[in-house]
């Protein structure tokens, strides 16, 4: 038992000594990741447009337009081509996707105000494999790769419970800090975006890639539409860039000495 007991010490020794000379370094790493798509054989970019839906609070197909072509100015190499944004939505109801109702471009806004859910996007998807339509764009605008797609940006509120911190005190009057979990009703938002990547020297779909992000607030808590809008598309720009062009993850390692 006296030997088990001395060479425990010893070790426990060690394991201090080692210990105490041991220097400890954190190294800033950056991890590359590689673009899904290759766009080496273009120069120049053209995000068009999107068909949008959901709440009339934000126009969604605006507002996407210009938040993905100033992150392309910024973190791209493709020169972003600066324009209107192109009527989408007339295309799409001149080409009778949709209702017949809405064949008209006068009729369009009216059907635009119907898109309140995901389903009633599909008719005006069709558009994307329009090769004829893209193809005329990329000659329009020198052949450049054209992003387009849908976005659906809806309230959404769903009841769930909540866990928050309460203020309790003993018979002593000494206070703690307890959890409590509080069933209650929450709003906000859901974004749905689909981005569509076109080849505009053969109007052909290159690449599509679908998203989700949802955000729910208090009941109480009052929060803009246009504000959760760009809360949710802060979480997938990265997504979307290193679809384009190589990005780094930053982050660090331990190192021994």
């Known amino acids: 038992m006296t030997a088990r007991l001395a060479r425990t010490l010893s070790s426990f020794a060690l394991v201090l000594l080692t210990t105490a000379c041991t220097n400890y370094y954190e190294i800033p790493i950056e991890t590359p990741i590689r673009p899904k798509l290759d766009v080496s054989a273009f120069q120049r970019v053209l995000v068009a447009g ?123 009057g000494r206070r703690r800090v307890v959890p409590v979990r509080t069933y209650m009703e929450r709003k906000g938002f859901i974004l749905r975006p689909k981005f569509v990547f076109i080849d505009g020297r053969t109007g052909t779909v290159m690449h599509s890639e679908n998203f989700r992000e949802e955000i729910l607030y208090n009941a109480n808590q009052t929060t803009p539409a246009l504000s959760s809008y760009f809360e949710l598309m802060d979480r997938l720009i990265p997504s979307f860039l290193s679809t384009l062009s190589s990005q780094k993850i930053k982050g660090t390692r331990i190192l021994l000495q």
């Open 50 to 172: 999107f068909i949008s839906g959901g709440t009339e609070d934000v126009d969604a197909n605006l507002e996407t337009t210009r938040l993905l072509r100033s992150q392309l100015r910024t973190k791209s190499d493709l020169r972003v081509i600066d324009t209107d944004v192109l009527p989408l939505m007339e295309v799409a109801t001149d080409n009778g996707s949709p209702a017949a109702a809405a064949s008209t471009p006068a009729a369009a806004p009216a059907a635009a105000a119907a898109i309140k859910e995901e389903k009633d996007l599909e008719p005006y998807e069709r558009l994307f494999a329009n090769v004829e339509y893209w193809k005329k764009i990329g000659e329009e605008y020198q052949q450049p790769l054209i992003v387009t797609g849908t976005v659906m940006f809806t309230p959404h509120q769903r009841n769930s419970i909540v866990q928050r911190e309460e203020e309790v005190y003993d018979s002593f």
